[in-house]
């Protein structure tokens, strides 16, 4: 048997697992990188021919800061990179984030010397007082090895690709530690986007139709598969924040892991799109038999789309949230004058993470085109409706719903039944509406 703990002697001799795999290589916009050194938060490292994206940068920044809050808050960390490419997001974790151990691992043992080039950038250390290690052993098969072995981690994270992720879920959970950190990945945008319901039915339980909001029935998707598999397990997950970005398209979510069951499933319903009003909707599994769109009051199935169950809970922790971007201006990462991409993204997630927003939304563009009218600046109408709204002390159920690229603000809208009250503000607030 693997002894993969600091505690015991490594004995693993690094081979191919199973030589007759083929390692998959998706050619996705050129973005395999030839072995050149690259930096990343002043961190130099080489990618060889690992599959390596600069974008996801703010994916691994996002990663780190919830690692070292677990750090700080917990007096210790492990963690398990199952999935790990050149190993940035090991070499990150032992040097930002203060790990005590990480388990750098990727089924491609030709990826070794990359992998150790980058980690010997942090001593290795010896018996007891081992910091990292670097293995090449099937995911699945490695997290089974650990939770035989009773060797636990901290925080587990797997960068997979399509939806993959649905494979390594149940294994994951197990070797986590309590209230430990579980940190998935999908980038399947067309199971998101409704293309493949019978693929998503049997990947993450979940009949996911076409709807267009599809970034955020991605995330919603991916945390529901989780819930499932948590449940099966006697765990209950929490997302602590959720990450869309455009490119792959990628979604990432860091979730809690802690045993209990989700109360009620009051988090894990139906999505509804009306195709006729443009209005979404969230019901729960008793109320299956009462769905409709208020647009008419009728079971319209050729105008009312359903997909699920899915996540229909927050898709952030506000406090969680306020802890990463407390962190980030301490490290200087934020907060210097010039707004950063990630400051703009911890602090839009600030944003969404109000329980009582609902899922889904419109753009502002279609609102404005079947209302014949040329829309004024978003960031205009925004102000707007938080003057109203504010102002009494009360939040429109059907608030904006911003799951745009990177998270930034979309020119969207929840639901079409705003539309009225939208024009009133013409005369409450002095906008100018010009029709077209």
Same mark, same amino acid.
């Given at each position: ?7 015991? +002697? ?31 938060? *002043? ?31 917990? *007096? ?29 691992? !990727? ?26 290690? /670097? ?43 309590? !209230? ?7 980038? !399947? ?42 449940? /099966? ?23 809690? /892991? ?19 009003? *443009? ?17 008419? *009051? ?55 993470? !109000? +329980? ?31 003057? /109203?709204?504010?102002? @009494? ?26 539309? @009225? ?16």
């Amino acid at each position: 048997m693997l002894t993969l703990s600091p505690k015991a +002697p490594f004995l693993y001799k690094p081979q191919n697992p199973n030589p007759k795999t083929q390692h998959y290589k998706p050619q996705t916009n050129g973005t395999y990188c030839k072995s050149e050194l690259q930096s990343e938060r *002043g961190l130099e490292f080489e990618t060889g021919e690992t599959f390596f994206r600069h974008e996801s940068a703010k994916g691994r920044d996002l990663g780190v800061l919830a690692a070292s809050l677990y750090n700080q808050s917990k *007096g210790k960390l492990r963690v398990l990179d199952a999935l790990c490419g050149c190993g940035i997001r090991s070499l990150r974790y032992l040097m930002e984030a203060k790990a005590d151990f990480v388990l750098a691992n !990727d089924a491609n043992d030709e990826h070794r010397r990359v992998i150790l080039d980058n980690l010997k950038r942090v001593d290795r250390g010896f018996g007891d007082e081992r910091k990292w290690v /670097v293995t090449h052993l099937d995911a699945n098969r490695l997290l089974s090895e650990c939770y035989l072995q009773k060797d636990f981690f901290d925080l587990i994270d797997i960068d997979s690709f399509g939806s993959d992720i649905s494979l390594f879920l149940r294994s994951a959970m197990n070797t986590l530690s309590f !209230d430990g950190l579980l940190y998935v990945t999908s980038t !399947d945008g067309h199971s998101s986007g409704g293309h493949h319901p019978d693929h998503t039915l049997a990947a993450y339980g979940a009949y996911v139709r076409p709807m267009p909001f599809s970034n955020e029935v991605g995330l919603r998707m991916l945390i529901g598969g989780a819930v499932r598999e948590a449940s /099966v397990l006697g765990y209950y997950i929490t997302p602590l924040f959720s990450y869309y970005s455009y490119h792959g398209p990628v979604f990432r979510v860091m979730l809690r /892991v802690n045993r209990g069951k989700l109360l009620e499933n009051r988090h894990y319903g139906f999505i509804t799109y009306c195709n006729k009003c *443009g209005d979404s909707q969230e019901f729960s599994w008793a109320e299956l038999g009462q769905i409709s769109c208020s647009c008419n *009051g009728s079971h319209d199935s050729s105008a009312l789309v359903i997909s699920g169950p899915l996540w229909i809970g927050p898709l952030h922790s506000a406090a969680y949230i306020s802890e990463m971007i407390n962190l980030a201006g301490e490290w200087g990462w934020i907060g210097n004058g010039a707004e950063t991409d990630l400051e703009k993204l911890l602090k839009q997630m600030l944003d969404e993470s !109000d +329980p009582r927003l609902k899922s889904g939304y419109i753009k502002m563009d279609e609102v404005a085109s079947r209302a014949k009218i040329n829309s004024p600046p978003l960031r205009t109408m925004m102000s707007a409706m938080q003057k /109203v709204y504010f102002s @009494l002390g009360t939040l429109h159920r059907d608030l904006s719903r911003t799951r745009g690229h990177d998270g930034i603000l979309q020119r969207s809208f929840n639901s079409f039944l705003l539309l @009225l009250e939208i024009l009133n503000m013409e005369q409450l607030l002095g906008i100018e509406f010009k029709t077209i």
